[in-house]
């Protein structure tokens, strides 16, 4: 009976390990042979290569012979061999003209790089939204468009609150009580005094006013009428909404500023990539306008949900931004290096693979080829592991 041969690749060791290893091994394939080695595996042999002398199963070969019938040919042993359901003979003869080929098994490192699109954004955690404390209106504003770049501590706008002009006095007020009551003999009225002032300055600390601020105030013994409110971070405008001459009250947000030295981009990656990648995972990103420069970040988080349109996750990385080139918005292309340690590698048409199982080859001494089960790991670059 002829045996059908039509895929791919047979995989030829020299040793197997823990049944699903292996090791120092060679492959012999051509793409036109899988099928029909895998349907020799299946296939009954014709009645004539059913039995050896010895009570053995004798095998087929690629041209339908047993093998005790095809060993006598020149150049094979001609003593019939014990062996495994499935196994084949090819001649020499018969490898050439189906171009079969051969290739080492090996132990390398596996990696792998995940490459997806993402997009570029703020980091939420370093946004920064100015309010009042205390309502008042606007009287100058010195942080005048959006776009602007702003330090730490440099001037917003000025104030004028009566409720902030109120306390100011009562600061002045509670201060010299103090100095008064601080001769009397009577401890209480010590001790009172200086409660107030302390309330009272915590009070215009509350309210942003800052102790140079405070300072100020004690040294001239006069009330400031717009009090001037500072910048609490370095970074760029977003959004402004403040303008001379408005009411503003707690609830009004005048500022949105951004600290814009790290920076938020946004993949989506495979639901099947999702146990390869962890936080703390280096991956490294390009973008389109900045052609052949790199920049290297890491997963800052993985997002637990799985979006079913796409059957994608989102996952989070965070990138040093020194000279404020990643903005808001891009585009960008990232990668994600997995690294799977020290793997044994196949090639991956090398296996038969029925859904079940997994089947590979090995070379035997006369031209025989015995199937052999294996179980294999991650698939990258026409590689198992």
């Known amino acids: 009976m002829g045996t059908s041969i039509s895929k791919s690749v047979i995989l030829f060791g020299v040793a197997l390990f823990a049944l699903g290893g292996l090791t120092g091994g060679v492959i012999v394939y051509r793409r036109d042979i899988r099928d029909r080695l895998a ?3 299946t296939s009954s042999p014709p009645p004539s290569a059913r039995s050896g002398s010895d009570g053995s199963a004798p095998m087929a070969d690629m041209n339908g012979m047993s093998a005790s019938a095809s060993s006598a040919q020149p150049g094979q042993d001609s003593s019939p061999q014990k062996m495994a359901p499935g196994a084949v003979l090819l001649t020499s003869e018969r490898q050439q003209l189906i171009g079969v080929r051969y290739t080492e098994v090996r132990r390398e490192r596996m990696e792998r790089t995940v490459r997806t699109v993402g997009a570029v954004q703020m980091d939420d955690e370093k946004i920064s939204r100015v ?21 730490k501590g440099q001037p917003l706008f000025t104030l004028y609150s009566p409720d902030l002009v109120s306390t100011e006095q009562e600061y002045l007020i509670a201060l010299k009580g103090q100095e008064y009551l601080s001769k009397a003999p009577n401890n209480d009225a010590v001790s009172g005094a200086a409660s107030l002032l302390r309330a009272t300055r915590e009070r215009l600390r509350l309210w942003d006013v800052s102790d140079a601020q405070i300072q100020a105030l004690e ?11 500072y910048s609490p971070t370095t970074g ?20 949105d500023i951004a600290d814009l030295s790290t920076i938020w ?16 995972q280096a991956g490294s990103m390009q973008l ?4 052949g420069k790199a920049f290297h970040g890491r997963v800052d988080y993985i997002y637990p949900t799985l979006d079913p349109a796409t059957r994608t996750i989102k996952v989070r990385l965070v990138f040093a931004n020194p000279g404020f080139q990643l903005k808001p918005n891009m585009y960008a292309d990232v990668e994600l290096k997995i690294d799977y340690g020290m793997q044994t590698l196949i090639p991956s048409e090398s296996v038969l693979n029925s859904g079940t199982r997994q089947v590979v080859y090995m070379p035997l001494p006369g031209g025989y080829f015995e199937p052999r089960e294996v179980k294999v790991g991650a698939e990258f670059d026409g590689q198992y592991a």
């Open 236 to 255: 760029f405008v977003m959004t402004r909404n403040a303008y001379e001459q408005s009411y503003v009250a707690p609830e009004t947000e005048l500022y």
């Open 288 to 291: 389109s306008f900045l052609p």
């Open 265 to 280: 981009v946004l993949v989506d990656i495979y639901e099947y990539e999702a146990p390869f990648v962890h936080v703390g």
């Open 219 to 229: 040294d001239t013994g006069k009330v400031e009428q717009n009090m001037t409110l």
């Open 131 to 151: 309010h009042v404390k205390t309502p008042g209106w606007i009287q100058k504003v010195y942080l005048d468009y959006v776009g602007k770049l702003v330090k």
């Open 39 to 41: 349907h020799s595996r």
